[in-house]
């Protein structure tokens, strides 16, 4: 067979193959594959855990619930699922001597549940006994024995030996127990903790304050670390006042700063090591790695208004600042910095902090939105929430209006999403305010003005006019658990306000005064539009009938629907011009939720209200939809979360009604249901999100009983809203509280790799035989699993475009397959993004190659030629196996024809000779 036979038949095949598998996704409806989009960033976050065992996976805890890991140092993330872990403050990752054994707090159901993985964190599990009952601060392990832990609730301190099945108490402190870190070296334990350092020489069996002097009883210590080298033990701490050190203190209490202390074990008493640090400069955390005592990092706040990172090399007797804020002198920043979009008292003071344990010029500071990461010892620092080819050079102000790709590490609540036109899509957020892209969702900027409230919660496209609405707030969360009282709300500004080009510039449309939270334009009257305005007294639907007029607009507040409470949410407009609307949740002076929530209807323009809630929806009820394929608009969904404290208890769910309220039926009881939204195209088909449950799915809505499932692939506990690209219906968005935007196809569509390859052997000068290239596409993070795979055939020029149909956009490593060339990944890992082609060029460089595995020939980077056996070495084997081919003058499409002349004979055993000799392999993630 000639080879350009051989090709045509491999390609009819997986051609056919392809269209199979492709079909065969057409039928599932659910979809489990999500990408991150946004801009990256933006939330706090705590508790980064390096891993000693690789020097590139990070682990990062969020408020919003997320632990983030990332096994490429930062260049890509995901998210810990939601059903295995819940993140927070103090969700501290524990590596141990045992790659597969870890530690975590898992913050569960508002717990803090200790937890173990046994699988490298695939899965999580509560550990067999926790004497905390649920209530654990800290949790320590030794990181060279998985079998010793540490582990506190508020007031006591216990340990196991182990592994978690039993533990005993070792120490108490009844006003509380605060432990700052701890250090193992073998049978030594040494925890620092608010009442001093408190130490073991017995393996635990016994724990005794030490008797260390140097520590004044006004201070206590508030982070702490040690290492060892050459027989020494070394510890750091630093310490507040010891009124300001208790369990659950946070890196934002760093103002009550004393001193910085190192102790040699064996000497008796700690000594202040306060040498360089500037005033108005205050540390809080302490970290180094575990066999050098020499290099040191401390982190905090300053009066600045910006996090501070200071370095000792020489055991703390003098410290210097490494982390170089003013205009980014020695920072490579994303869309935060000198200059930027937002400054640096954004992210204005650590939060978290942590050398690597393995490696003393490694760091990760974390602050209120971002993460930076050093790899060589505080010279220079980078960002790691925007895609590294869109961050901006050092020692420059980072400029306003660029547009990121995110890394995956989204941590900021989205609410809304509105499409100008398929190109222009802004999102309303809180905290960042909004976001606009106008590349249809891949990169997004805050390259906007007239927008300053902390929050929008809602914009809308006018039918008519394509004008944008937007509803805006200085009060953020509104409507979540701990935004229902006066206290919180009342004294909350609002406006709303409106683009006529898509999203770049705003203006006022009327200044409410109070929290805006809801629009609806009126479909049969261009002009008029209503909002909903919040205050307990004040608040209520307001409209306007001559929105034409923009900010000489004239609004009236409506009457207000009987029992509510000022807390108005939803509102829409229906065709034949009823008033549809919700009502949410409101607590009394005395935290008791009031019967004031609900849905309400007007017939008559709001003159008068009927109230159509359900006895459910009483309490605290969110989003009412209409059905999209009910012409008569009389099919509703209400959505109610369960509140507490008596009646408001087990209400939450979904609920329907096919007569606009007159009856309902409770559909679905989970217990917080937030939103849902109906497919354009299938009138069966549901999405549902949920408080803390996650993203659930129906395949048959109008059944009498319809089925709800879990998303399994989406990871985030509380999706927000389900959008569905107005545009390309193929396209499902989810926006939510605390974990960005995230973006599905119900179809996924293929992805593209323009590739140029060269091959050693078949390199003639500028050109290259032809020939077929099996190119897989790999995980980012390990084991590096096959995600899908495509069979190309590489031109004259080494160049071809595969195409992937089963892999979602995301991240993957390229690995190359070739009938006697080398396998060779790419150096790094890709992102992909479907309906878009990445192109990526091995010729170019070395560098191009996972560990540089290319060879030069003819100016061209090249694939090793000569692995016959394809077993990863070119060895002598394969040269037998080129030999024995020789002697029999074999000719055509063959393994040992090495150069591609369809001959097998000495110049294909040359290449494979040399190789071997110099021990050439394959070199792989």
Not at 724 to 752: A, C, D, M, Q, R
Request: charged share 15%; aromatic share 12%; with cysteine.
């Amino acid at each position: 067979m000639r080879p350009s036979d051989y090709f045509s038949v491999k390609v009819i095949l997986f051609t056919a193959l392809s269209v199979l598998m492709f079909s065969s996704k057409i039928f599932t409806q659910v979809i489990n594959e999500w990408t991150s989009k946004g801009p990256g960033g933006g939330g706090a976050l705590f508790s980064p855990s390096f891993s000693p065992h690789d020097p590139d996976e990070l682990y990062i805890a969020c408020d919003m619930s997320e632990l983030f890991r990332t096994t490429d140092l930062g260049i890509t993330w995901t998210e810990t699922d939601f059903n295995e872990m819940t993140g927070n403050n103090g969700a501290d990752v524990r590596f141990t001597n045992d790659p597969q054994i870890r530690y975590c707090i898992n913050f569960e159901g508002d717990l803090r549940t200790p937890h173990k993985t046994t699988d490298g964190g695939s899965t999580w599990n509560p550990l067999v006994s926790d004497p905390t009952s649920g209530g654990a601060y800290s949790f320590l392990c030794d990181p060279n024995n998985s079998n010793i832990l540490l582990v506190s609730s508020y007031t006591n301190l216990y340990f196991s030996s182990n592994g978690g099945a039993t533990f005993s108490l070792k120490f108490s402190n009844g006003s509380g127990c605060y432990i700052a870190g701890a250090f193992f070296d073998g049978a030594n334990i040494f925890v620092g903790t608010n009442s001093g350092l408190l130490t073991s020489i017995n393996s635990g069996l016994n724990f005794s304050i030490s008797s260390a002097g140097g520590i004044p009883g006004t201070e206590a210590m508030v982070s702490f670390t040690g290492a060892k080298q050459s027989g020494t033990v070394r510890l750091f701490c630093v310490t507040l006042g010891s009124g300001d050190v208790y369990p659950g203190v946070t890196g934002a209490d760093f103002y009550g700063f004393m001193n910085i202390y190192s102790l040699d074990t064996g000497n008796p008493n700690w000594v202040i090591k306060n040498s360089g640090i500037n005033s108005g400069h205050y540390p809080f955390f302490i970290s180094m790695s575990t066999e050098n005592i020499s290099t040191a990092y401390t982190a905090g706040g300053s009066d600045a208004g910006s996090p501070v990172v200071y370095k000792t090399t020489n055991g703390g007797n003098n410290w210097v600042s490494v982390l170089q804020t003013v205009n980014n002198q020695n920072v490579f920043t994303g869309w935060s910095g000198h200059g930027g979009d937002r400054g640096w008292s954004y992210g204005e003071y650590a939060l978290g902090f942590q050398c690597s344990p393995s490696d003393p010029d490694i760091v990760a500071v974390t602050d209120l939105g971002f993460p930076h990461i050093t790899t060589d010892g505080g010279v220079t620092w980078r960002q790691v929430y925007v895609d590294p080819s869109d961050q901006n050079p050092m020692n420059a102000s980072t400029p306003t209006g660029k547009y990121y790709q995110t890394t995956g590490l989204e941590n900021t609540s989205c609410w809304w999403l509105t499409w100008a036109d398929e190109d222009n899509i802004f999102g309303s957020y809180s905290d960042i305010r909004g976001t606009r892209s106008t590349d249809g969702g891949n990169l997004w900027s805050f390259n906007y003005t007239g927008h300053s409230n902390n929050t929008m919660y809602q914009s809308v496209r006018h039918p008519v006019s394509g004008i944008i609405y937007g509803a805006t707030s200085t009060v953020h969360d509104m409507y979540q658990s701990t935004y229902l009282t006066d206290a919180r709300i009342n004294s909350g500004q609002g406006r709303i306000i409106f683009s006529t080009n898509k999203g770049q510039t705003w203006q006022t449309l009327y200044n409410a005064g109070r929290p805006v939270i809801g629009l609806a334009p009126d479909p049969n009257n261009a002009n008029r539009m209503y909002a909903s305005v919040i205050h307990s007294t004040l608040g209520g639907i307001f409209v306007s009938d001559n929105i034409q007029n923009g900010g000489s607009s004239t609004w009236t507040k409506l009457s207000n629907p009987p029992r509510t409470e000022g807390h108005p949410f939803n509102i829409k407009v229906l065709n034949d011009g009823t008033l549809l609307c919700s009502y949410s949740g409101r607590r009394n002076p005395s935290g008791v939720f009031t019967a004031s929530s609900g849905i309400f209807i007007s017939t008559n323009s709001g003159a008068s209200w009927i109230d159509r809630s359900h006895s459910g929806m009483l309490y605290w009820t969110k989003d009412v939809i209409v059905d999209p394929h009910d012409l008569n608009q009389n099919t509703w969904y209400g959505c109610v979360f369960s509140g507490w404290g008596g009646p408001p208890n087990g209400l939450g769910g979904l609920y329907k009604t096919t007569n606009r309220g007159v009856n309902w039926l409770r559909i679905n009881s989970l217990d917080r249901v937030g939103s849902c939204t109906i497919s354009p195209l299938n009138p069966e088909e549901m999405y549902m999100s949920t408080e803390v449950n996650g993203l659930w799915y129906s395949g048959n809505i109008n059944s009498a009983t319809p089925l709800f499932t879990q998303v399994s692939g989406y990871r985030f506990r509380q999706p927000e809203r389900i959008f569905y690209n107005p545009h390309n219906t193929n396209e499902v968005w989810v926006t939510s509280f605390g974990n960005g935007i995230k973006k599905g196809y119900t179809i996924p569509p293929e992805i593209l790799l323009n590739v140029t390859a060269g091959i050693e052997g078949f390199r003639n000068g500028p050109s290259q035989v032809q020939d077929t290239l099996r190119i897989f596409l790999r995980n980012s993070f390990s084991p590096y699993s096959k995600a899908d795979s495509s069979v190309i055939f590489l031109n004259t020029s080494g160049n071809a475009t595969a195409e992937f149909i089963n892999a979602a956009g995301g991240n993957y490593f390229i690995q190359t397959l070739h009938r006697n060339a080398l396998e060779t990944w790419s150096a790094v890992s890709l992102n992909f993004t479907n309906e878009a082609t990445v192109n990526f060029d091995f010729t170019s460089s070395q560098t191009q190659a996972y560990g540089n595995n290319q060879v030069l020939k003819t100016g061209i980077w090249c694939f090793y030629s000569g692995d016959i056996d394809g077993d990863g070495t070119i060895d002598l084997t394969d040269g037998s196996l080129i030999d024995n081919d020789a002697f029999s003058f074999s000719s055509g499409y063959l393994p040992t024809d090495v150069n591609g002349d369809n001959l097998t004979d000495i110049a294909d055993a040359v290449f494979a000779d040399n190789n071997s000799f110099n021990f050439v392999g394959k070199i792989t993630p």
